[in-house]
C-alpha cells in the first residue's frame, strides 16, 4: 500500500498552475506527488492506492471536492484529505470537515505553512495508526505522557479546533493506556 511512508501525495485540481505550483513545492520536499484534474480520476486511483495526504479542489467541473468527499467516505479514508478553494468560507469549511475533511486551506495560500500543516496532518494519522493498532505494545512502552502531548499540542497549533478535538477524542483511550491510567 502507498503511503506508509508518508511520502505520496495526492493534488486534485482542476486548475493546471495550482497543481503545478504546489507539485513542484512538495516534490522539492521530498514527496512524491500524483496530480489529477478532476475528482472521478482521483477517485479512481484512491479505490487501490491510499496516499499519506490529499489536497482536494472543492470547486471543480463535474464532482466538486464535497461531491467526492461523500463518495471517498472521506471520514473512513485512511489519509486526511484537505479541501482547498479560492472562495473559502466559513459554511463551506464546516461542510468540507462534516464530510470528513481534515482540514480547510485557502488559496491563496503559504507553501512553508501548507508544507507545515501536511507534515503534521501526516503525523497525526501515524499516530492513529500506531495507537490503534492491534499489536501495538503499550504495556511495555515507557513515554513522559506530559512529553508526548505537548508534542502533540504544538504540532496541531495550525489546525483548526476541530481538527484538534477530532485527534484528542480520537486518541483519548490511547493516552490513558501510555499513561498507565484507565480512560473515565
Known amino acids: 500500500?502507498?503511503?506508509?511512508?508518508?511520502?505520496?501525495?495526492?493534488?486534485?485540481?482542476?486548475?493546471?498552475?495550482v497543481r503545478d505550483a504546489l507539485s513542484v513545492v512538495f516534490t522539492v520536499e521530498g514527496y512524491?506527488?500524483?496530480r489529477f484534474a478532476d475528482g472521478e480520476s482521483f477517485l479512481a486511483a484512491a479505490r487501490?492506492?491510499?496516499?499519506?495526504?490529499?489536497?482536494?479542489?472543492?470547486?471543480?467541473?463535474?464532482?466538486?471536492?464535497?461531491?467526492?468527499?461523500?463518495?471517498?467516505?472521506?471520514?473512513?479514508?485512511?489519509?486526511?484529505i484537505f479541501v482547498i478553494s479560492a472562495q473559502g468560507d466559513i459554511p463551506l469549511?464546516?461542510?468540507?470537515?462534516k464530510h470528513g475533511a481534515f482540514d480547510f486551506i485557502e488559496k491563496p495560500?503559504?507553501?512553508e505553512t501548507v508544507v507545515t500543516r501536511v507534515r503534521t496532518a501526516i503525523a497525526i494519522f501515524g499516530i492513529d495508526r500506531c495507537m490503534f493498532a492491534s499489536n501495538f505494545p503499550v504495556a511495555g512502552l515507557r513515554v513522559d505522557y506530559d512529553t508526548l502531548v505537548s508534542a502533540v499540542s504544538r504540532m496541531l497549533d495550525d489546525f483548526s479546533d476541530r481538527a484538534r478535538q477530532r485527534f484528542f477524542i480520537g486518541n483519548a483511550a490511547a493516552f490513558y493506556r501510555l499513561d498507565g491510567i484507565s480512560a473515565p
Open 109 to 111: 495560500f503559504d507553501a
Open 1 to 17: 500500500m502507498a503511503g506508509l511512508n508518508g511520502s505520496d501525495l495526492f493534488i486534485v485540481d482542476d486548475d493546471p498552475s
Open 93 to 97: 469549511a464546516v461542510e468540507a470537515i
Open 32 to 34: 512524491h506527488v500524483t
Open 48 to 80: 487501490t492506492e491510499t496516499p499519506s495526504c490529499v489536497l482536494l479542489d472543492v470547486h471543480m467541473p463535474g464532482r466538486s471536492g464535497i461531491d467526492v468527499l461523500r463518495q471517498l467516505d472521506a471520514q473512513r479514508y485512511g489519509a486526511p
